[in-house]
């Protein structure tokens, strides 16, 4: 591939995560399951790492999420909430819990 056309793979990666991103976070209807979100966010990762020419406002290295839809209400945890850092086996949950106990 060259250039032209890594660049033109990449915007389009970047434009369907932002589309991705406004579902699960804005309207909370997912368009994918979280392993295959985070599978999509590694591939435009590793097209970074592989092209240094490729750079977004919008990359996930510059970006988290989405801004948080107006329909939640901020409430307090008595405990804090953790993410299951991309967990998707039950050994993964496992090596979850070992980090925080």
């Known amino acids: 591939m060259n250039k032209k056309e890594i660049l033109r793979e990449y915007k389009a990666k970047i434009k369907q995560l932002k589309k991705f991103d406004l ?3 804005d309207k909370s209807r997912p368009l994918v399951s979280d392993q295959i979100y985070d599978n999509f ?6 097209l970074e790492k592989k092209n ?3 750079k977004s406002k919008d990359s ?3 970006l988290f999420g989405y ?3 107006k329909n939640f209400k901020k409430i307090l945890h008595k405990v804090p909430m953790l993410s ?3 967990a998707f ?3 993964d949950l496992y090596n979850f819990e070992k980090k925080n106990i």
């Open 52 to 54: 240094y020419f490729l």
């Open 41 to 46: 966010k590694k591939e435009i990762l590793s």
């Open 84 to 86: 299951l850092a991309n």
């Open 60 to 62: 996930p290295q510059k």
């Open 89 to 91: 086996s039950e050994e």
């Open 23 to 25: 579902y699960y976070y």
């Open 67 to 69: 801004k948080p839809s």
